[in-house]
Structure formats: C-alpha cells, structure tokens
C-alpha cells in the first residue's frame, strides 16, 4: 500500500460539508480524496442562510470575502403579523461584540460550493473522484477501503486512513452501516416559490428575512440578492398536487399581496421535512458529518451551518490525530457535536416551525408580545440572538469533554 492510500482522508459527498472538510484537510497537509455521485455540482435552491460564526469560520479559509460580495448581509430579522403588519423585529447589531458578522448572509449554498470546489481543484493534496456512486466499505485496525463506481462503470477501488461520511441527507453510507436515523417527520409538505416580485414594495417594514402568521396559515420571505424565496402551504382540503398547480400558486400568493394580478414564477419545489439524528458520530474509522448524521426543519436556517460546524470540529481533531494525539478524540467529536445538534439546532427548529403552525388566533399574540418583549430587553435580546445565531451552541460544545 502506498503512502497515500495509507494517509489520506477519503471524503463521501461534495456539498458543504464535504468540501470543507477536504480544504480543511489539506490545510494540514493530509491527502485527500473527494468522492461525489453528481457529474457536477448542482445549482438547485437548497440552504441559504449563513449565520454569524459560520462565516468567522469560513473565513479562516478565505471564502467568507467572497461569499459576502456575492450575498445579501441581514442585519435584522422578523416574526410578523400579516394582516396588521406588528411585528418583532431582531437586530443583529446587539451580538456584534460577541461576532466579527453581525448579521446573517443570504446567499444561494451552491456558491459556497462552487468557490470551495475551485479551491479544491487547485490543491495538490486533494483528488477529486465526480461522478462516482459509493457501492461499498469495509474497516480494519488500519484503515477503511471503499468501492465506488463512475458513471460509465468503471470500479474505483480506494483505502484510507479514515472516511468522512458528508453523503446528505439520503447517505448510502449510513445505510450500509445500518445506522437508526431516528426522529420524525412533519405531516405539512412546504412549497418553495421563487419570484422577483417586489415584496418589500408592498409590505410596510419587511425584512429581508420573514417568518409571518397569516389568518388560518403561515408563509415565510427570505430575500436572495436577486429574488425573494417564499415558502407556503397546501390549503386545508388541497392535495398536494392540487396545491402545486400554477394557478393555485398565484392563488396563495395573492393571499400575500391580493392588490397584485400576477406573479411571475421561477422556480416551484416541494419537499417534506424531517428531524432525524444519528446517536453516535464515529463509527470506528467512519465519522459521520451534516445531513448523514442530522437533518432539521429549516426553520431558523440551521441546517447546513451545523454540518459546516461539524466539518470543523473534526477535522480538527483529525489535524491533532495526525500529529500524534489519541484516537479518542474522534469519540469527543461525537460528544460534542451530537448532543449540540440534537438540543440546539433540532429542538431549536421544531419550537421555531411549530411556533409558526401555531392556529389559535390568542396564542400568536401570546407570542409575538413576548418575542417583543425579548426585543425591548437588552440582556434578553442578546441571549436569544446568541442562540439563533448558533453562537451559544458552539460555545456549549466547548465545554463538553
């Protein structure tokens, strides 16, 4: 077995997750291979929302400056009321002593990916395998071998010291090791809309990110640099096919806007959503990272921040193994990142969506004054700015030995 083969790091999945443990890697001087199924990297809208300490840690590889050209920074953020537009309005300029980014940034994953992908190719210490289905694995005492195929049918046969398992939500690998993905998922499925229109024209104090009640439902408005993301719901009665055809979708936005005759659509995308975790990261020579091992509402736009995160803490450990440390920080990394995901960003999001599903009229009000209140408390406001920004579980991870 060469060198390589006995050093490297095989990463599964190019995504965020994927891409960030392989630059980070190599920063340390440890080879890498970068297996990913799709012949290239998709454009499709999937996370957007990158919090305050993502970006400090991006930054340490030079892609948050780029990022930040690209997005759109959000100081402040909002729970509203549609039909009488009160609102409480969370100023991110209170945690700015606490972070470099005071602000969250809108901005399409697929640029991250793009950028780290470039940064990749350019790495000598990193080969990248696209268009490669993960078949199968196998681990001893001194590493794992994995078997892949490309897209013509060729075998690709590798070993490597350690696998990092970054494969999505839908992770063959986790399969394979026949790991419980235990959890629930949520009974509403949530219709994705993208359209120019000019909300902000038309609604008095909107933010660029907006989590709104409106009578008998709830819809959201995240602002891109170039078009604003807007996710509905089924009406009471309609299937989901229903639901999606186009006219019923200019029906649910002129819920939104009734002055507005049309809306020019771009894009219309359902998905389910689930809350799933994994109980342990490590599974001998396999770390599991991101959606393989944790998948939440997005609601609060988490998810794809925790496996960014999660990228960090263990190739840090990784790093510290490489240079002669004990294997069983790989189990610390489990400890850390687990109980964080699984409390913070899981149980954070299900009180996020479920505050949002919230019917009963008296309740919503119950709620919005008390999230005003938090606004108009210092001390409060802060707290509650710390741990929607992810700062506060970052620093709870710290401590867990």
């Known amino acids: 077995m060469d060198e390589r083969a006995r050093d490297q790091v095989i990463v599964v999945g190019a995504g965020p997750v994927g891409l960030v443990a392989a630059l980070r890697l190599a920063e340390q001087g ?20 990158f919090h305050p300490p993502t970006l400090e840690m991006l930054d340490t590889l030079g892609l948050s400056e780029p990022l930040i050209a690209d997005g759109l ?16 309005e969370f100023d991110l300029s209170v945690i700015a002593g606490d972070t470099r980014y005071p602000f969250r940034l809108q901005c399409e994953q697929w640029k991250l990916c793009e ?20 078949e199968s694995l196998s681990q001893d005492d001194d590493g794992v071998r994995v078997q892949c195929r490309s897209a013509d049918g060729e075998p690709l046969d590798l070993r490597g010291r350690y696998l990092i398992a970054a494969d999505g939500s839908r992770s063959t690998i986790r399969g394979l090791l026949e790991l419980p993905f235990e959890g629930l998922t ?4 949530t219709i994705l809309v993208t359209t120019h229109f000019p909300f902000e024209d038309h609604l008095p104090g909107l933010s660029r990110v907006n989590y709104v009640w409106i009578k008998g439902g709830t819809f959201s408005l995240l602002r891109l640099p170039d078009l604003w993301r807007c996710s509905v719901y089924a009406a009471a009665g309609e299937t989901i096919e229903q639901a999606l055809e ?49 998948i939440n509402s997005p609601s609060g736009g ?55 599903l919230e019917p009963d009229e008296d309740e919503r009000t119950r709620t919005l004054r008390d999230l005003q209140a938090t606004v108009a408390d210092p001390v409060r406001a802060r707290d509650y700015l710390l741990r929607s920004s992810m700062i506060t579980g970052l620093r709870k991870a710290e401590t867990l030995q």
């Open 186 to 189: 949520y009974p509403e499925t």
């Open 30 to 49: 440890i080879p890498v291979t970068l297996i990913e199924r799709e012949t290239t990297l998709p454009h499709d809208l999937r996370a957007s929302t």
């Open 73 to 88: 920074e959000v100081p402040t953020w909002q729970v509203r009321r549609h039909e009488t537009h009160e609102r409480a």
């Open 246 to 294: 186009p006219e019923r979708i200019q029906t649910k936005l002129k819920r939104i806007i009734p002055s507005q005759d049309h809306f020019e659509i771009l894009e219309i995308r359902p998905y389910r959503i689930h809350q799933r975790i994994i109980e342990h990261y490590r599974i001998g020579r396999v770390l599991m990272a991101g959606d393989a091992a944790h």
């Open 115 to 134: 950028l780290a992908m470039a940064r990749a190719e350019a790495d000598d210490a990193i080969d990248i395998y696209m268009g490669h289905t993960f």
């Open 302 to 356: 988490m998810g794809m921040n925790c496996g960014v995160h999660d990228a960090f803490n263990l190739t840090d450990k990784l790093a510290r193994i490489y240079r002669g440390e004990s294997t069983d920080l790989l189990d610390l990394y489990s400890r850390q990142r687990q109980p964080i995901a699984k409390e913070e960003i899981l149980g954070q999001a299900h009180r996020n969506r479920t505050r949002m």
